[in-house]
């Protein structure tokens, strides 16, 4: 790193709001070196948000929204958590919903059935009569894929592959993509699938990526042979 950008990442460290600014917008568009890194970025670009004096920079604003629409799966981590939570925070303030509700408390999820726990937690993941909550819709989530309903499990699975109201964790995504294809839900085959070719959670193996996309093509995803062809002919899905 060069002197200056490590001077800049002194100050942003010490809480200096408009050096997390500067630095999070460097790290966005590519550093000293060149070499743009979206999870250290989007860390940054979320502090400077944040903070009073800079919540309505407009360019760091563009730039955390870009991060989450375009990094894909390879931002993991404390960076797509923190994104996320600026996405939700971001929602719930267009639709004029930033405080706490009373239909966003979330009632005694285990005297839930599945069915309401899952509808549950997309009206909090999609914000639907309430404010956007993603740690809330997991927790949803959580009880439905307890009684074994494989969407919610799939659900999890995005969550903890994406950092999406939880920290991401590769080999909890892998768990639940598992449990969400083995109740029928194609999507969470060709998550598998795709886990399995880019290595994530597990040693790639193109082998078991194309048997794991062949079980949801059967299950139902016609995007599924599209997805194996291209990585038969090796271009590895984002």
């Known amino acids: 790193m060069p002197d200056s950008m490590q001077h800049l990442l002194l100050r942003a460290e010490a809480g200096d709001a408009a050096s997390q600014c500067q630095l999070g917008k460097l790290l966005a568009h590519g550093s000293g070196d060149g070499a743009a890194d979206p999870i250290e970025a989007s860390k940054w670009l979320d502090l400077c948000i944040r903070h009073p004096d800079h919540e309505r920079d407009g360019e760091a604003r563009e730039l955390m929204d870009d991060l989450i629409e375009t990094a894909g799966w390879d931002m993991v981590g404390e960076g797509k ?47 639907i009569d309430m404010p956007v909550d993603y740690e809330k819709a997991l927790r949803c989530f959580e009880r439905a894929a307890e009684v074994d309903i ?89």
């Open 81 to 127: 958590y923190r994104a996320f939570q600026w996405q939700q925070r971001s929602l719930n303030e267009a639709r004029e919903q930033a405080g706490p509700a009373a239909g966003s408390d979330l009632p005694d999820l285990a005297a839930m059935d599945g069915d309401d726990a899952f509808a549950l937690g997309m009206n909090f993941n999609d914000g």
């Open 150 to 238: 494989p969407e919610a499990a799939f659900n999890l699975g995005v969550a903890y592959y994406a950092g999406k109201g939880v920290k991401a964790d590769p080999s909890q995504a892998l768990h639940w993509f598992m449990e969400g294809a083995k109740g029928g839900f194609a999507k969470a085959a060709t998550m598998l699938a795709i886990m399995a070719a880019r290595g994530h959670g597990m040693d790639p193996d193109i082998g078991l990526s194309l048997q794991t996309l062949k079980l949801a093509a059967d299950l139902g995803d016609r995007q599924a042979p599209l997805i194996g062809l291209a990585i038969a002919s090796g271009s590895i899905p984002q």
